[in-house]
């Protein structure tokens, strides 16, 4: 719902151990999205933009949707990435996917912001997770508000007609697939589905987590610079 810009403070607490050891960028959208924008087209955006920074390759992580224009950045762009990190994520929705996406883009388009910042967090954290962060999103909902429903529209479209499953094959890089168990917005079979497609991948399920993985367990970090020394 907001791109990475003004982000920065945050990013350095919340990514604070892998920054210990690398530079980071953070991509977002570009800010202009045109309507039928699709992950592959995310993804050859985020290639022109290495480009522009002279990031001639680089380790690559993308959760969530994120992990959609990874996917298409390993296949399209090879050459630019040297390892590739896929959280929560998935090669083509499933059905329970579909359900979310479409229920946050009926939410978005009624500009109900209070409703679908408690939807998202009911469904990203587990139960236990969101006792804890139910307050903050309610506070977020009531204060906040939808700044461009169209945006919203358009991601939400591209990730319901995001498909690579047969392009999974074109990955060569060292790859790690990383799911949560308790993920009910993607779900785990997505995980596994992706791990399954990718010659020489490491599947990883971790308990006691939800889509949100990334933030709710404290090991995702540890992880990922396990699997990038």
Known sequence: MQTAKGKAQLFSLSYRLLAKHYKIYVFSRI?????????????????????????TSAY???????????????????????????????????????????????LSQSGNFRDLMLDI????YTQKSYRRWRFLSNIMGRLGR???????AIQSQSCLEHDSLEFLKEIQCPTLV????????????????????????????????????????????????????
């Open 121 to 124: 967090a009911y469904h990203s």
């Open 31 to 55: 800010n202009e999205l045109r309507q039928g924008y699709t992950t592959r087209d995310m993804a050859a955006d985020v290639a022109e933009a290495m480009e522009v920074l002279n990031i």
């Open 146 to 152: 939808i700044k461009d429903e169209k945006r919203i």
């Open 60 to 106: 690559v992580m993308g959760i969530s949707q994120g992990g959609m224009i990874a996917q298409w950045l390993a296949v399209d762009f090879p050459e630019k990435v040297q390892k590739l990190i896929l959280a929560v994520t998935t090669a083509k929705p499933s059905q329970l996917a579909k359900e979310r996406i479409e229920y946050w883009q009926k």
């Open 178 to 229: 990383l799911g949560a168990l308790e993920d009910d917005v993607i779900g785990v079979k997505g995980s596994k589905e992706l791990a399954k497609g990718i010659v020489g991948c490491q599947l990883l399920i971790l308990k006691h987590s939800g889509h949100a993985l990334y933030e709710e367990n404290k090991l995702f970090q540890e992880i990922v610079c396990g699997f990038l020394h």
